[in-house]
């Protein structure tokens, strides 16, 4: 725990360690940082937090975390859809997307009711072009691309959702979909681009 009054450290924290999370808690910040280093052999938490009570460390056991996903297949279903890691459902539309390193494959709540509200959105609103920003697995794009065959382009600037959206693209016999690697809306092509509908 930091105590309020040490802003410059967590602000230290938060710039220099990569994987780190912070919550408020009763005089202070409760941080958890995960490193592949063991605390204290690492440089920093030496140079940096030996003054710190508090401190608790725990070893996080090495798994492959996508084949547990896999192994724990479920399904999600929609209105329209049924969303799943790996076998077509009874909806009108069915999109696979196994398990990535790219985020969306249906099984999140955020997701889940990104795609009820396309869902509601295309009901009552004609679609003839969208864009997906940041569009980690591609799964609101293959969404809105099943509901209205119309042309959608998608972005996202991380390599592994780039690889993620091409192998799902194909998996669910996919096309009229464009992706471009880029962050937010800095490419040429989308200069002039004016959309209906981004997500």
Known sequence: TVDYSKKELLDFIIRDFENVSYFPKNNGWDIEIFTLNKLNEDYLFKKNFQSLKNIKVDLIENKNWLLVGRKNQTYVNT?????????????????????????????????????????????????????????GSGILSFAVRLITKKKVISCDCDKFSEDNYNSNMKLNNLNGLFFLKCNGFRHRILKKKRFDLIV
């Open 79 to 135: 209105e329209l859809f049924c969303l799943s890691q790996g076998f077509f459902g009874k909806k009108k539309y069915s999109i696979i997307i196994p398990g990535g390193m790219a985020f969306g494959t249906g099984r999140h709540e955020s997701t889940q009711l990104a795609i009820r509200g396309i869902e509601f959105i295309l009901k009552k609103n004609k679609i003839n072009n969208c864009f997906d920003l940041g569009s």
